[in-house]
């Protein structure tokens, strides 16, 4: 079965400081993809970044970076110069063939002005 | 482009009655999801169409769940006989998908239907 694993069930940092966010998956597939999906209090899921394993390159989107080991198979995300806005639930998401997300559990970030 | 919208945002049923929710997908979109997501947890997939057809289906719909999307454009989800496990954050989700192998389409989520079973 595809298993996505978050183990970071809560993080918090510092406003403008770095945080990662760990999230590693197995899977079988050769060709998939990853995302990392931001989730606010009460508020709906949208897309932070993915990444597509057929590429070496590690996605970035401004202050969003992810380090994409595929024979380890970890997809961490980083987050640059935290900021008060990004304090969410974090969800990491593998996909692959019939194209249904699965999710890991979460990890809820906490930005501490 | 408005997004993906669902109706209603919250419902409160009673054990035992049917309920019914409704996705519109991003106007273009081709793809249609089902996720939910109970508290604390990540969404887990339920059904998926492309187009008006239903391709896939998981264990978690059991009979008492269907869904259609009749004319490939808005979902619905129907809970019959509902179960106080049923509560839940109902998710929908759209994508194009262009046909190529090697493609996959991000998949944008509405804000979802909250339904608490009494």
């Known amino acids: 079965a595809q298993t996505v694993t978050q183990s970071q069930p809560e993080m918090s940092v510092q406003e403008a400081e770095t945080v990662t966010l760990s999230c590693t998956y197995d899977t079988s597939e050769s060709d998939y993809y990853l995302f990392w999906y931001k989730q606010p209090p009460s508020r709906q899921m949208i897309l932070v970044i993915r990444?597509?394993?057929?590429?070496?390159q590690n996605a970035t989107e401004n202050r969003f970076s992810v380090n994409f080991q595929k024979a380890a198979k970890s997809f961490s995300l980083k987050i640059s110069d935290s900021q008060l806005g990004d304090a969410a639930m974090y969800f990491c998401?593998?996909?692959?063939?019939?194209?249904?997300?699965?999710f890991g559990q979460g990890t809820r970030l906490t930005i501490n002005p | 482009d408005t997004g993906v919208s669902q109706d209603p945002r919250h419902k409160i049923t009673k054990r035992g009655q049917n309920v019914t929710f409704r996705c519109d997908p991003i106007?273009?979109?081709?793809?249609l999801y089902w996720y939910r997501q109970t508290l604390g947890q990540g969404p887990e997939f339920l059904t998926y169409?492309?187009?008006?057809?239903?391709?896939?289906k998981s264990r978690l719909l059991s009979d008492r769940f269907s869904a259609e999307r009749p004319k490939g454009s808005f979902s619905t989800l129907e809970i019959q006989r509902t179960e106080q496990g049923d509560s839940a954050m109902y998710l929908c989700a759209s994508s194009l998908d262009r046909g190529s192998e090697a493609s996959q389409e991000t998949q944008y989520f509405g804000p979802g239907t909250r339904l608490l079973v009494l």
């Open positions: 990444q597509e394993a057929y590429k070496q």
């Open positions: 169409f492309q187009n008006e057809a239903q391709l896939e």
């Open positions: 998401a593998h996909v692959w063939g019939a194209q249904k997300l699965v």
């Open positions: 106007s273009e979109h081709n793809r």
